[in-house]
């Protein structure tokens, strides 16, 4: 049955009193919400441990709590191999309706896949509401294979699912094998499966790949993909048909670490060897390598490929922005035409193939396809929607908010129950099953996701909450109808204006920043110990205290809001002062740290756009692009005013100029 218990303290905490879910606990031994909390909190640490006495002995503790579901999943599913099928379906029949069944139906559908149970597989998969999970959906195809009930495509979709996985699986590498036995998966697409894993560094696909493709060459998978020089460097590589077999797979290893030497031994030595399908891969490779490296050769490296449908989309990325670089707009606009069609329309490659077509051609029918591409993106929000919209003549305004939520739209919101534990969850320290909870609610649990209305709601629920990460995330999916003020949430306005202005800091290219950072979670923290709203290092945040006369910082302040703030600020405030004011250069320093974009500038003078494009780190080219448009719309609001994100960006980015700052040496 649909479980409704939770203890009436957490409910009053959070507001839904009114709800079913909300129903005061019967048990009258129930532990208290404090003990409970942590509990679950133990639980997660055990779970993560994979300590299942632990979680056996905590799971009595949690009964009655709003959450006590995820202590359930965590102690079942630590057990779920030995699970007998009874308890499995007494799991879901208690759950039913949560996330928690479709999840624990997931991983039990995974674990059925991998046994060949395949009348179980399918008996579970009838409830399965999720339908996101790669390996299930390869395991439901070779069913559908097996019983004729297949689509006729079902090769491309196996082996689209296959290609797509970052990580060796037994789903999708299980139904690649039944189907390349039948023929219907060919030699060339078990091949493409073991250049993607050498292109990502992924030896476990490799050798997946390779043991369906030519298990003969298994044995020396390792060596080439972690140990590539002396591998091709051994003298039985040449002539012994199982290493030969894996030489391109090594010069794209080489490639990472030393393109030139991959270029000079593909010339010299492999190319003769080697089929045109691998050839090119190899020469994307080392092109791509060369042009992260910002190297003037990945152009020429480049251009001994002979057909770019050969090449993984990430090569025909950096071929493009070779080709930014260089000027050659020719060659940009043909390896966009040359990408996957799901690529071409992302709206980075729409507005380069526009500019590509205005830059290359005064024909008229040129010039309105350009415009007809820059419209097809054209927006307030977005850093290529907002440069296609200066293109086109247009600014970025605030625009009217939609009409008021209706009382019913927000009841279906707060009476939401997986809304609910999401909150729950969130504010109690789960944050990753809270947000789990939460976008399944939004997006999964109902099959193509909330409506516009019901978003804007569960986002109006978020913000009240404070949980601005959902809100903003949530509000974002709309399609048809935009709220700003949900999408760019200014909470601690009076904290952020009042810094910035002390500092002569823009508070629209902070709350920008901010908003990539950590949206707004106070206690955010990142993999490599980045700490608040703002994200400071703790090495970063005792420099700048001390800098700024600080004296009496401690490492622990870092989380508290007043003084997060002030110490990013005046982080940022050092970054611009050495970057000449340059906010492109600014955010990539806060984000990679200040010696990488000195580094990146140096070269030719470039359109900035053009530079941003080139940051050599996917992750520092995102955060740079997103904190520029962020901050744009933020200037809006703040003002009042319509803006530019050009006029952020900057016209041009090159080496330091002679009358530039001199650099703060130790800036961290």
């Known amino acids: 049955m649909q479980p409704t218990h939770i203890l009436t303290p957490l409910c009053a905490a959070l507001g839904l009193t009114a709800s079913l879910f909300c129903l005061p606990a019967q048990a009258q031994n129930a532990p208290s919400t404090a003990q409970a909390q942590q509990a679950l909190l133990s639980m997660k640490t055990a779970f993560a441990a994979k300590d299942r006495a632990t979680l056996t002995r905590l799971l009595p503790n949690v009964r009655g709590h709003a959450l006590e579901g995820w202590g359930a999943y965590w102690e079942l599913t630590a057990r779920l191999r030995d699970a007998p099928r009874h308890e499995v379906d007494a799991f879901l029949a208690q759950w039913r309706g949560t996330y928690y069944e479709d999840r624990l139906r997931n991983d039990w559908l995974l674990l059925l896949g991998e046994r060949r149970a395949w009348s179980e597989f399918s008996h579970y998969l009838s409830g399965y509401r999720m339908h996101d999970d790669p390996q299930v959906q390869c395991y439901s195809l070779l069913i559908d294979w097996v019983q004729d009930k297949a689509p006729a495509d079902v090769g491309a979709q196996v082996r689209d699912l296959w290609h797509n996985q970052r990580n060796a699986d037994d789903g999708c590498t299980h139904a690649a094998s039944e189907l390349s036995a039948a023929g219907i998966i060919k030699q060339a697409d078990l091949w493409q499966r073991a250049r993607i894993g050498a292109h990502h560094n992924r030896p476990a696909v490799v050798r997946s790949a390779i043991l369906l493709a030519a298990p003969d060459s298994l044995p020396f998978v390792n060596d080439a993909i972690g140990k590539p020089a002396a591998f091709l460097a051994h003298r039985d590589t040449a002539t012994n048909p199982a290493r030969r077999a894996l030489v391109p797979l090594a010069l794209t290893r080489l490639a990472s670490s030393d393109f030139s030497q991959a270029a000079q031994q593909l010339r010299s030595q492999w190319a003769a060897q080697m089929d045109r399908a691998d050839q090119d891969w190899v020469w994307g490779s080392i092109g791509r390598w060369a042009a992260i490296r910002r190297s003037d050769d990945a152009i020429s490296h480049f251009r001994q490929v002979r057909d770019e449908r050969n090449l993984h989309g990430e090569h025909l990325e950096w071929k493009v922005r070779t080709a930014l670089r260089h000027g050659d707009w020719a060659q940009v606009s043909r390896s966009i035409q040359a990408m996957p069609p799901a690529m071409q329309q992302n709206s980075t490659w729409v507005y380069w193939q526009a500019r590509a077509l205005q830059a290359a051609s005064a024909d008229a029918n040129a010039q309105l396809q350009a415009r007809n591409l820059m419209q097809s993106i054209a927006g307030n929000s977005g850093y290529y929607e907002q440069l296609a919209q200066h293109w086109l003549g247009g600014k970025v305004s ?224 995102d955060y740079v692009q997103k904190v520029l448009a962020n901050a744009t719309v933020y200037s809006a609001i703040l003002t009042g005013q319509p803006q530019s994100l050009p006029s952020r960006l900057g016209q041009t980015i090159g080496p330091r100029q002679s009358g530039e700052p001199v650099a703060i040496a130790d800036l961290p």
């Open 398 to 621: 605030v625009i009217p908010e939609p009409p008021p939520l209706t009382a019913d739209e927000k009841a279906r919101a707060r009476t939401n129950p997986s809304l609910q534990r999401g909150i729950a969850a969130i504010q109690n320290g789960l944050r990753s099953e809270g947000v789990r909870e939460w976008n399944y609610a939004i997006n999964l649990h109902i099959p193509g996701g909330m409506n516009d209305r019901d978003l804007l709601a569960a986002a109006d629920l978020a913000c009240q909450h404070q949980v601005w990460d959902r809100c903003i995330n949530t509000s974002e999916r709309t399609r048809t109808t935009t709220s700003l003020a949900q999408r760019y949430p200014m909470p601690f306005r009076e904290a952020v204006v009042q810094r910035t202005r002390s500092i002569d800091l823009d508070p629209a290219y902070v709350y920008g920043l901010i908003r990539q950072e950590s949206r707004f979670i106070m206690d955010a923290r990142s993999g490599v110990g980045a700490s608040g709203l703002m994200q400071v290092m703790p090495a970063t945040a005792k420099w700048t205290a001390n800098k700024i006369g600080m004296t009496d910082f401690r490492p622990s302040d870092i989380n508290h809001k007043e003084t997060n703030i002030a110490i990013g600020t005046a982080y940022l405030k050092l970054a611009l002062d050495e970057f000449s004011g340059s906010m492109p250069l600014a955010a990539a320093a806060y984000n990679a740290g200040p010696g990488r974009p000195r580094a990146w500038r140096n070269g030719p003078e470039l359109e900035a756009a053009i530079w941003a494009e080139n940051i050599p780190f996917n992750e520092t080219r």
